[in-house]
Each structure stands twice: as C-alpha cells, then as structure tokens.
C-alpha cells in the first residue's frame, strides 16, 4: 500500500506544479508581454495581477514540494 501511496502523492504534486507553471505563465508573463508591444506605460492593475498570479503559482510549487515530503519509505 506504500507504493500506491507514493504514487499518488508524486501524480497530485505533478498536478499541482503544473498549475503552478500556468498560473505564473498565463496570469504571471503573459499579460505584461502582450502589454509591451502597444505602449510604454503598463496599468497598474496588470502588474499587480501579475505578482498576484506569480506568487500564487510559487505558493502551489511549495506546496507540491510539501506533498513529496509526505512519501512513505
């Protein structure tokens, strides 16, 4: 029961990193990127949703982190 355990903490931790790399790529980079090309001033709230999204997704990446701490030897 131990290895079906471990594998299902490792399958839910890559779940969770993944969403973690979506939420900083497509809240996080993305909408600053498209800004940049039409002017030279960013909205304020367009950075502050971008360190919002970043933060998010490196919160979940510790908290997959934190999952891999609980495998069974």
């Known amino acids: 029961m131990d290895l ?3 594998e299902r903490m490792k399958l839910l931790a890559t779940f969770i990193n993944s969403m973690a790399i979506a ?3 497509v809240g996080g980079f993305a909408p600053i990127y498209s800004r940049l090309g039409e002017t030279l001033q960013i909205n304020p ?3 502050f949703n971008a360190i919002y999204c970043m933060a998010a997704g490196c919160c979940m990446h510790v908290l997959a982190s ?6 069974k030897p």
Request: positive net charge.
């Open 4 to 6: 079906v355990h471990n």
């Open 23 to 25: 939420v900083i790529a």
């Open 45 to 47: 709230l367009i950075v």
């Open 66 to 71: 934190l999952l891999l701490k609980r495998l």
